[in-house]
T-cell receptor, first 114, second 114 residues
Framework: NAGVMQNPRHLVRRRGQEARLRCSPMKGHSHVYWYRQLPEEGLKFMVYLQKENIIDESGMPKERFSAEFPKEGPSILRIQQVVRGDSAAYFC????????????FGDGTRLSIL | DQQVKQNSPSLSVQEGRISILNCDYTNSMFDYFLWYKKYPAEGPTFLISISSIKDKNEDGRFTVFLNKSAKHLSLHIVPSQPGDSAVYFCAAKGGGTSYGKLTFGQGTILTVHP
């Protein structure tokens, strides 16, 4: 399967714990976008990364959220000290170059906070 | 500030008839528009797109129309099939320093009845 791979598909955390979401882009893609979908809403942009660089993090909450895309390995979206409001579906998309469309999406990680 | 709006939360259509999904936007800097289809528990799948320099793009049963002066686009599906039942998202990409991030509408649930 050469598509965008996200894991885990489902993640349950208690309030105050850390959540780590992983995304492996499509083969040949080095640009990764993270989006969040709250219940009954559309997807909202969070962050755009290239290998080893954060290009645009204008959609990221100022605290507790961070993202990285190391030279080797998947992109990681990290949420520290999770709260109930972090419960959402988190989707990763990739593209072969900056601005190239369409972006190809993974099946998401559904994060539930107890 | 909802820059991309899909004002119909749901649409019900008989199999074989036309489905028309609508989308309005407010940001005149958007230069590329996409439609994605999403099934439950899956990621969005790209359907069709249109550049702002065009007013129509067709791909099989799917046609997207863009009216720049009205800041409005629509997706036509003809003929509609039960397998088309899904959530449809309109998305827009800005030019310049937007880095390709997408702004999504809230989605329209399409139900095609046999």
């Amino acid at each position: 399967n050469a598509g965008v791979m996200q894991n885990p598909r489902h993640l349950v955390r208690r309030r105050g714990q850390e959540a780590r979401l992983r995304c492996s882009p499509m083969k040949g893609h080095s640009h990764v976008y993270w989006y969040r979908q709250l219940p009954e809403e559309g997807l909202k942009f969070m962050v755009y990364l290239q290998k080893e660089n954060i290009i645009d993090e204008s959609g990221m909450p100022k605290e507790r959220f961070s993202a990285e895309f190391p030279k080797e390995g998947p992109s990681i979206l990290r949420i520290q000290q999770v709260v109930r409001g972090d419960s959402a579906a988190y989707f990763c998309a990739s593209s072969p170059s900056q601005g190239a469309q369409p972006q190809h999406f993974g099946d998401g990680t559904r994060l539930s906070i107890l | 500030d909802q820059q991309v709006k899909q004002n119909s939360p749901s649409l019900s259509v008989q199999e074989g008839r036309i489905s028309i999904l609508n989308c309005d936007y407010t940001n005149s800097m958007f230069d590329y528009f996409l439609w994605y289809k999403k099934y439950p528990a899956e990621g969005p799948t790209f359907l069709i797109s249109i550049s702002s320099i065009k007013d129509k793009n067709e791909d099989g049963r799917f046609t997207v129309f863009l009216n720049k002066s009205a800041k409005h686009l629509s997706l036509h599906i003809v003929p509609s099939q039960p397998g088309d039942s899904a959530v449809y998202f309109c998305a827009a990409k800005g030019g310049g320093t937007s880095y390709g991030k997408l702004t999504f509408g809230q989605g329209t649930i399409l139900t095609v009845h046999p």
